[in-house]
C-alpha cells in the first residue's frame, strides 16, 4: 500500500479514529510499543491523553472535507469511515517538543 501521508518528515505516531471505542485498541497496554507503521486506535489514543486542537479556519476546513468524504460514501453506499492521523514529533521524542499533525 502507498503511503498517505504527503510528507518528507517520518510519522512518528499514527491513528486510525473512527469515533467508535467498541474494541478500537491496539495496545493491550498504554507502555506496549507497536511495529513502525501500525496505527493505533480510538482507546489508545484516548490514554494517550492525545487531542486535536485547530484554530477555527482549519477546523471549519476539516468539517467540511467530512461533510464532502461523507457525502460521497453515502452516494457509493459505502459506511465506513475513518480519520488517519500521522503524527511527527519536532524533537524526536515523544515526551517533548512540539509535533507536527
Known amino acids: 500500500m502507498a503511503n498517505v501521508f504527503n510528507t518528507t ?14 474494541g478500537r485498541m491496539t495496545r493491550k497496554n498504554p507502555n506496549d510499543k507497536v ?12 490514554r494517550d491523553g492525545m487531542s486535536i486542537d485547530l484554530d ?4 471549519a476546513a476539516l468539517i467540511k472535507q467530512i461533510e464532502i468524504d461523507v457525502g460521497l460514501f453515502k452516494a457509493m453506499e459505502i459506511n465506513d469511515y475513518s480519520l488517519l492521523l500521522g503524527i511527527h514529533y519536532l524533537q524526536g521524542n515523544e515526551n517533548e517538543g512540539k509535533m507536527l499533525l
Open 9 to 22: 518528515r517520518s510519522i512518528d505516531t499514527r491513528y486510525d479514529l473512527k469515533g467508535s471505542k467498541h
Open 56 to 59: 477555527p479556519s482549519d477546523k
Open 35 to 46: 511495529e513502525p507503521g501500525v496505527a493505533l486506535k480510538d482507546l489508545d489514543f484516548d
